[in-house]
């Protein structure tokens, strides 16, 4: 499976990002090769309707999943439309690969 992660900047030791639409970067950690990517985010800028345009980006890119703290509802729905599956992260001060050591 692979998970998309919103994150500060492009590295294993870099915090999640509590905004998915306009983190700067989304981090791809694929469970079946064990190596995690760093991309920024496309939708990062947008004028309106970041949240659903870094989902669909992040859909885009293969990810099977989401971990992240929250989402809003419309990002929610779409990635459920999408069967991507949500995983919260109830933590604050996650990092990248912490949250990878989760899976």
Do not use: H, W
């Not at 920024?40 to 345009?53: C, F, H, L, M």
Request: net charge negative; glycine share 6%.
């Amino acid at each position: 499976m692979k998970i998309a992660i919103p994150c500060v900047q492009p590295s294993a030791s870099a915090l999640v990002d509590d905004r998915f639409g306009r983190c700067a970067y989304f981090a791809f950690y694929d469970e079946e090769t064990q190596q995690t990517t760093f991309v920024e985010n496309p939708a990062a800028q947008s004028n309106e309707g970041a949240g659903p345009a870094a989902a669909q980006f992040v859909v885009s890119q293969g990810a099977e999943a989401v971990a992240a703290r929250q989402l809003g509802p419309k990002v929610t729905s779409l990635l459920q439309s999408l069967s991507v599956r949500f995983i919260e992260l109830n933590e604050a001060d996650l990092t990248i690969d912490r949250v990878i050591g989760l899976f």
